[in-house]
């Protein structure tokens, strides 16, 4: 996981040393919640969102 990643999960409240599962599901979370724009696009904290569960997908 890269340093802006792991940056942005502390600054979203989810340990990156958690297991990846629980990191999964805040993470998406808070993408569904807070990081898509009035067309449903991602905006910048949802494009890493989406960075680090294409990380997480392919471990």
């Given at each position: 996981m890269s340093e802006e990643q792991i940056k942005f999960l502390e600054r979203i409240g989810?340990?990156?040393k958690a297991d990846l599962d629980v990191i999964e599901e805040k993470v998406g979370d808070y993408l569904t919640l807070n990081c898509l724009d009035e067309n449903y696009?991602?905006?910048a904290d949802g494009l890493?969102?989406?960075s680090i569960l294409?990380?997480?997908?392919i471990q």
């Open positions: 989810v340990d990156p696009k991602p905006t890493l969102c989406e294409d990380y997480i997908s």
